[in-house]
Nanobody, 122 residues
Framework: QVQLVESGGGLVQAGGSLRLSCVAS????????MGWYRQGAGKERELIAR???????DYADSVKGRFTISRDNAKNTVYLQMNSLKPEDTAVYYC????????????????WGQGTQVTVSS
């Protein structure tokens, strides 16, 4: 059983920074592929950053150059460093685990965290 817990959200002024964390627990030896999503009020949930098993990263245009996704396999944690925050970044942020290794087998699926609120004031 896999569980994801996000943390690090909060209220910040425009131009500020936050770092979100997503800790994965369960029979996980290493996180392979994970993404960060966000959903603003009245909007669709959107993928904003992703890290692959090989360490490649990809970003939505709306956050490119401001957000950085990274992974610490020793801690089974993926981070989202968010800089130069804007009011339009206000949303609930979710991590989603796409694949992981238990040391023997690679598992693929859709495991979601509960979300963490980020509010950026102008």
């Amino acid at each position: 059983q896999v569980q994801l817990v996000e943390s690090g959200g909060g209220l910040v002024q425009a131009g500020g920074s936050l770092r979100l964390s997503c800790v994965a627990s369960g029979s996980i030896f290493s996180i392979l592929s994970m993404g960060w999503y966000r959903q603003g009020a009245g909007k669709e949930r959107e993928l904003i950053a992703r890290i692959t098993s090989g360490g490649a990263t990809d970003y939505a245009d709306s956050v490119k150059g401001r957000f950085t996704i990274s992974r610490d396999n020793a801690k089974n944690t993926v981070y989202l460093q968010m800089n130069s925050l804007k009011p339009e970044d206000t949303a609930v942020y979710y991590c989603k685990l796409d694949s992981y290794s238990d040391g023997d087998v690679v598992w693929s699926g859709d495991w979601w965290g509960q979300g963490t609120q980020v509010t950026v004031s102008s």
